[in-house]
């Protein structure tokens, strides 16, 4: 089986399942250089008061507040895509119940402060 597309990854069930933001699905599929939508576009120029080059980035600088979704909807989902795209075998499915994608990480230190 091939790889599926990055947005087929981040939203069908049978992968991550996720229901991300307009803003959070035209991040990725920006990152990606897919297609957009005309709402898409919208959305990409709004945010980035630039033009869609339609061609993928190598590198993606994210600022954004807290509980935006930044680790669980873009970070995360481009880091397991990526790894899984690397190890071909990992695409032959399972069945959704007996496969589970579960990272956890903490800070070590407070990085500031809490409201």
Request: charged share 15%; with cysteine; hydrophobic share 35%.
């Amino acid at each position: 089986m091939n790889a599926p597309r990055i947005t087929a990854f981040l939203t069908h069930r049978m992968y991550l399942g996720l229901t991300p933001s307009p803003y959070q699905l035209t991040l990725i599929k920006g990152f990606y250089g897919l297609p957009l939508t005309d709402e898409e576009r919208q959305v990409w120029q709004q945010c980035t008061h630039r033009d869609y080059p339609a061609t993928p980035f190598a590198e993606l600088t994210l600022i954004s507040g807290a509980r935006s979704g930044k680790n669980s909807y873009v970070l995360t989902p481009i880091l397991l895509y990526e790894a899984l795209s690397c190890w071909p075998s990992a695409w032959r499915c399972s069945p959704p119940s007996s496969r589970r994608a579960s990272p956890s990480w903490r800070a070590t230190r407070k990085t500031g402060p809490s409201l």
